[in-house]
């Protein structure tokens, strides 16, 4: 597996240890994106795409982030201590949608990404910086179709 390309999008919000986003393309083939770069207290690390985990008000059957005090779509109060807890006993309020599954490929990955995030770090020190363009979600989602040939 060959990391053929990444991008990163910085963040400019002092404080905040959310510090990038990123997209990798694997293999000039496949892309992953909405990898983070996050400020840890043993320095920048790269987290994967996830999404929130939900489940459903027991009186309305409506969907609910975990953290949620009451139904969105019914208003019942939600038992506070729903959600399953990691083996720290954390709740576990995401999942992951991709992720690596052996320390190489996770270490590789992890070089690449902090390594680019470093670069584009130190380019936007520089006169004229003007950010990467990591993607727009909704340019991509719209499918053009060329006619048919006769």
């Known amino acids: 597996m060959e990391i053929t390309e990444v991008k990163v999008k910085l963040m400019n919000r002092k404080n905040d240890k959310l510090k990038a986003f990123c997209s990798i393309t694997v293999d000039n083939a496949f892309v992953v994106r909405d ?3 996050i400020e840890g207290s043993k320095g920048v690390f790269v987290a994967m795409p996830s999404r929130k985990i939900t489940d459903r008000c027991l009186k309305c ?3 609910n982030d975990l953290r949620s005090n009451y139904c969105s779509e019914c208003g019942t109060q ?3 201590n729903r959600a399953e807890k990691d083996a720290k006993g954390r709740a576990k309020l995401h999942a992951d949608i991709a992720h690596p599954i052996n320390t190489e490929c996770r270490e590789l990955i992890q070089k690449k990404v902090i ?3 470093e670069q584009e770090l130190e380019n ?3 006169p004229g910086y003007r950010p990467m363009e990591v993607y727009d979600s909704e340019a991509e989602q719209t499918i053009t179709q060329k006619p048919a040939s006769d």
């Open 115 to 117: 390594g680019a995030y």
């Open 124 to 126: 936007s020190k520089k």
């Open 35 to 37: 990898l983070k770069v």
């Open 61 to 63: 059957g409506g969907k």
């Open 78 to 80: 939600l038992n506070s």
